[in-house]
């Protein structure tokens, strides 16, 4: 009897376990995300009081898995945010959904309150040397992307007239091809000739990233002097973002931005777009002009009167998010139109009447990404594109123009020698994937791999109805990283190297036989860097990057343009050893925040392209590796604020480039060059900005806001010419430069609707960032502005 109870005992305690063994488990999900709604990555999931528990991925999404049915308190927690709790129930089977929205928290020590790390700042007080800017504050001005980097820390741009002129954008010193640009890490290229940073409007963006001279592994890019990110809104949120501002010159600009998810189909359709068009028909101070009546040449204001721009660029992709096998799947196509009339040549005194260039360009895309792709913290990013992108610049009048408007027979045309209808077409293919990895809290690896192939197609209409001889240039390059977050994180160092690949396919002549052959030729360059960053104290930090870096050859360069750049296939890389060094700190007391950061950087350039005048045609240049580049020199830049009342900002510049090419030619012997160790002419070496704001929340109507703006911007004079050539009273130099910019705004319904009103260069200086080319003077614009969310 003793023996069949325990029998059955045993049977019903094994029945019993057996059962709550197969008992259903649950899944909980969900997304971390700031105020914002920016995604949170790495933050602490628990359920309290349990082992279970996750980390965010890079789109602030977690699962936990195998969740026993019950009530639990789920814990998220994340430096520099404060801690939240939840009280959940799980039911068994279910997938349950919890999201976040987590709170900035101020440290508080000593009286001191040290604030908490937007993503802004995060990438701000990494390792490498970056400038981070939202874009938010000048969301609702004219302001297009080139005007607003011209105003940071290390960054000058270069325009030679009005809206969509030639402009040349340099970091640190080193200018041209050496600085890259991307929009979400993809190359603006990718859209086309015609999407350019005097063309973006600046609310497109969310934020701008200013790298300079170190690049990290992710950009995929072979840039020698820095790289310009901007960074578009990536939530899933639905918004809506359209503007429309109209000023002098008949100067009108609209974008567009938003996106929409179905209910049903949970398909993410987005659409990002501009149009742009101006007169740029400013006064041109003191022009020489033909006075018939005296017989002479005199000095008169006078009206530009070809150079009219247009622009228009709209870009629209579809696709889904947050699916088991594609955490963003987007395909997309986009199209874009620019045309200019051509005003003037290098300087002023050279007037053009009739040469008018346009271009278009259309192309498709895909994107693709995977977070924890087979295992935790393995994260794949895929981009792919195709691009076809013609221009054409017309010059068949064979006529010289003065600057009143008139105009004489004259034997060339105006551009070049000879009458031309040049068509350029360059169709490229564009692919990036990106692989990262994140061994522990402590250690992590990427691996980027990036793949550029464009065709060159460049011929005179009148001459030819094709090019025979097209060319191509291929670029592989990978870049492998790893980073180790050390001393409770303190502590963070990249390594990383770069390979640089590049496959030519060119035509050669045939030496003696007049025949054209097609030549491959492939080159091979390694670089590599580091970039570290400590936190001395909670509101300090220091940290310094170095990178041996590689810019390849473009397709101009060694191709040339078709119109006044020939091709020069035996061109070389540029290469640069670049230093960093700099500090930062961020602290708050009360209502009083912040934040100053100062950096001194080196540049040592070899095989720096340039272009010269090609043999005895001074119309013509072709680009050669002909100089050896030193630039030195520190920047440093204070912000503070007061609340959402009062921001004020002030920066400085200081740079020193020298032509440290000693013998010509590439020789190691002989005479040294005349303009050895001589500073490089034609370049701003001081520059500087500030800016100030006050606004007033609940002035008229609850929650809205009046916003009173003024920046400054000052240029040091420059001489255009080697400073030791002829006296200095002789020289021609750029003049000292003092901008400064006036703007109001009203907003009401939390930013709903927005009106501004601007006044640009109010104090009407002459204003020149080239010799010779002048700026517009003062101008007035009116902005309206719908935003939803």
Known sequence: MKFNYFVLLVITTLVAITTKAQQPTAVLSGQVTSAAGHPLADAAVALKGTNNGAYTNATGKFIIEKVKPGKYTLVVTMMGYTKQERSVTIAAGTKATENF????????????????????????????????????????????????????????????????????????????????FFIDGVPMEVMGSAMSLNNIPVNLAERVEVYKGVLPVTLGADALGGAVNLVTNQQIKNYLDASYSVGSFNSHRGAITGQITGKKTGIIARVSGFVNYSDNDYTMKRMKVYDSTEKTYVRRDVRRFHDQYRSAMV?????????????????????????RDIQSGTD????YGAA???????????????????????????????????????????????????????????LNQIKSINHISRPRNYARVNLSYKLSAAHSFNLNYTFDQVTNNTYNELLADKDDNPAKLGKNLVGLAYRQDLVDGRLQNTFFGKYYGLNLRQPRSVAGSGEITSAADNQHYFGYGVATRYMVLPALGVKASYEKAYRLQEVGEMF??????????????????????GAFYNLKVGQHRIYGEAGAFYRDAVDFIYARAYQSNSKVSRFENTSKVQVKGFEAEVQYEYGDIFRASANASYQSAIN??????????????????????????????????????????????????????????????????????????????????????????????????????????????????????????????????
């Not at 579809?318 to 045309?339: E, H, P, R, Y």
């Not at 119109?563 to 060094?581: A, K, M, V, Y």
């Not at 500087?688 to 240029?715: C, E, H, M, P």
Request: glycine residues 8%.
């Open 315 to 339: 870009q629209a992709e579809a696709g889904i998010a947050n699916k088991k096998w594609a955490d963003v799947l987007f395909i997309g196509a986009g199209l874009s139109n620019t045309g």
């Open 660 to 789: 440290n090419t000693k013998y010509a030619s590439g020789s190691k012997t002989g005479t040294p060059e005349a303009t050895y160790k001589n500073k490089i002419p034609n370049q701003p070496w001081f520059f500087g900005n500030a800016a100030a704001s006050i606004g007033q929340n609940n002035l008229f109507t609850k929650k809205d806001r009046l916003q009173l703006g003024w920046d400054f911007q000052y240029v040091h004079w420059f001489f255009l010419t080697w400073e030791e050539f002829a006296a200095a009273s002789t020289k021609s130099k750029v003049p000292t430069q003092y901008i400064q910019h006036l703007a109001v705004t009203y907003s009401l319904q939390d930013g709903r609707y927005n009106i501004s009103a601007e006044c640009r260069n109010f104090t009407d200086q002459r204003v020149y960032d080239n010799f010779s080319l002048q700026k517009p003077g003062r101008a007035f614009y009116v902005k309206l502005r719908y935003f939803i969310h």
């Open 356 to 414: 008018v260039q346009s271009g278009s360009a259309w192309n498709t895309t895909l994107r693709y990404k995977k977070n924890n792709l087979f295992t935790e913290g393995l994260d794949l990013n895929v981009f792919a594109s195709h691009t076809a992108d013609k221009s054409k610049i017309t010059d068949t009048t064979e006529v010289q123009y003065s600057w009143d408007g008139s105009y004489r027979p004259y034997d060339q045309a105006e």
């Open 101 to 180: 929205q987590m709170v900035e928290e101020s440290v508080t020590k000593e009286g001191v309150t040290v604030i908490s790390k937007s993503q802004n700042r995060q990438v701000k007080e990494s390792g490498f040397a970056v400038n981070a800017i939202e874009t938010r504050l000048l969301a609702n001005t004219t302001t297009d992307m080139n005007q607003l980097l011209n105003r940071t820390t290390g960054v000058k741009v270069r325009e030679q007239g009005g809206m969509g002129s030639d402009f040349n954008f340099s970091i640190n010193g080193l200018s041209g091809k050496a600085v890259r």
């Open 560 to 581: 040339g343009n078709g119109i006044d750049q020939t091709g020069n296939p035996d061109l070389r890389p540029e290469n640069s050893n670049n230093f960093n060094l």
């Open 348 to 351: 002023q005194e050279r007037v």
